[in-house]
Every structure is written in structure tokens, then in C-alpha cells.
């Protein structure tokens, strides 16, 4: 399953009150407090830090604040973003599929990618979570066909 098409799928099993494909990104001024706000309210895993909502500058995930209060103390929660989000951003593309994305984030030891057009903006966010089910849905498919083709079907 192609990145576009996890997407969409994300999109589309979105419920009231459930997240979606939407972007939360916040602007690297903000506090740390407020990102996590915002990864407790949207019940989500990683904010994407960006002056316009379009343009990555940087992402912060939960474990990142958890290991800064580890090692600094509750002080860190009115540190502006910037001086806490990684900023060397890894991204993938809408033609990447299941499998290279859980490549990317195995090798990376990070569970969030975000997904850049061609132009350099972003169009989405994939969870390590939605590219295990890209590829359990590939794997489904490719047992079908095979037991199809066995079953002379």
C-alpha cells in the first residue's frame, strides 16, 4: 500500500472525536506545554513543528518531551519548541509504500514521518501504526491472490 492511499484510508476511518489524517503543527515559539496539550487533546503521538502548516521545520513526539523531563527537570515546559524539536526531519514521499516507510522508521528508532509533495509541502503525517496496517491490508491481499490461484479461482 502506497503512502497516498494510507492516507486516505486515514482519512476515511476518521469518526467524530477520532483523529484523522489532519496535521497538528504548532510554530517553534510555542512552549512545550502547549505541544503537549495538543498531543493529549488530539490524542496523537508527534506534533510537526512549522511557521506556515505547510513547510516542516522540525518535529517533537512524545518521547522527546519525556526524555528532556528526564533529564532537565519540569522547566522545560515553558521552552519555546524550538529549542526542544529535532530538527534534521526524516520525510517520505506519497509514492512510498508500507514497507519502505516501516524501513525508514525501524532504521530511525522514530514511530512518525511526515509525507512532502513533490513541491516540498506537507500533505499529511504517517503513524508507524498506519503503515503496519498498509501492509497487513497488502499482505491480506497477496495471501487472497495466492489462495485464488491455488483454489484455481
Not at 529549542?83 to 530511525?108: F, H, N, Q, S, W
Not at 528508532?109 to 499529511?124: K, Q, T
Request: with cysteine; charged share 25%.
Amino acid at each position: 500500500m502506497l503512502v497516498n492511499q494510507m492516507l486516505v484510508a486515514k482519512a476515511e476511518e476518521a469518526l467524530p472525536g477520532k483523529p484523522g489524517s489532519g496535521i497538528i503543527t504548532v510554530t517553534p515559539d510555542q512552549t512545550v506545554a502547549d505541544a503537549a496539550k495538543l498531543l493529549s487533546e488530539h490524542r496523537i503521538g508527534a506534533v510537526v513543528v512549522s511557521e506556515d502548516g505547510r513547510t516542516p521545520l522540525g518535529i517533537l513526539s512524545e518521547r522527546d518531551i519525556v526524555r528532556e523531563l528526564g533529564k532537565r527537570g519540569s522547566d522545560i515546559l515553558s521552552q519555546p519548541l524550538a529549542d526542544l524539536m529535532t530538527r534534521k526531519l526524516v520525510t517520505c514521499a506519497p509514492g512510498d509504500d508500507a514497507l519502505e516507510v516501516l524501513e525508514i522508521m525501524t532504521r530511525g528508532r522514530f514511530r512518525h514521518l511526515p509525507v512532502i509533495d513533490p513541491d516540498g509541502h506537507m500533505i499529511g503525517l504517517i503513524s508507524i501504526g498506519d503503515a503496519v496496517s498498509g501492509r497487513l491490508k497488502e499482505l491480506a491481499a497477496e495471501k487472497e491472490a495466492l489462495t485464488g490461484m491455488i483454489m484455481g479461482n
